[in-house]
């Protein structure tokens, strides 16, 4: 019977969820005008993802962490406590909405200008991701580009 060394770790054995864009489903950023919270106006970002679970257990993806790029731009923080549970080998279908102030980052003013004429802007969620797995742990995977792609412009 083969036994795994203490120092070994249970977390080497967790595969990290896969992030995908979800098919069917069109992820797109839309422009917000000014607002008191806003002054300078914003736009927030939909990215319709699929998620899945290629372990044979289920865990609980608890975070998102990183950073949102607008055509290569860094357009905002992102930290989102998710606590969405995933079964073994199992997906599921969210969108991820974030909300981008143009007063956070006023270079990307002229880059969305620019992309609402286009219609379309690449973008990537970069960062982390946490899961609680029970037993075998809480590990932590990345940093790395998790979903990246082009979304529509809307006004």
């Known amino acids: 019977m083969a036994t795994l060394p203490a120092c070994a770790g249970l977390q080497n054995l967790i595969q990290p969820p896969v992030l995908e864009l979800a098919s069917g489903r069109e ?6 005008g000014p607002s008191v ?3 300078l106006g914003g736009a927030q970002l939909r990215v319709w993802t699929r998620i899945q679970n290629p372990n044979s257990f289920g865990f ?12 290569d731009q860094r357009a905002a923080d992102l930290d989102l406590p998710l606590g969405l549970p995933l079964q073994a080998a199992a997906d599921t ?5 974030v909300n981008i102030s143009f007063a956070d980052v006023p270079a990307l003013a002229d880059r969305l200008a620019s992309a609402l004429r286009r ?3 690449d973008y ?7 899961v609680d797995a029970g037993a075998f742990g809480e ?4 940093p790395t580009t998790w979903v990246a792609g082009e979304v529509a412009v809307t006004r």
Request: glycine share 10%; proline share 8%.
């Open 124 to 130: 990537a969620l970069h960062g982390t991701l946490a």
């Open 93 to 97: 279908v969210i969108p991820i909405d």
């Open 60 to 71: 609980t993806l608890t975070r998102l962490a990183g950073d949102i790029l607008l055509d």
């Open 119 to 121: 219609g379309s802007v």
């Open 27 to 32: 992820s797109q950023v839309r422009l917000l």
């Open 139 to 142: 590990p932590t995977f990345g």
């Open 37 to 39: 919270t806003r002054p």
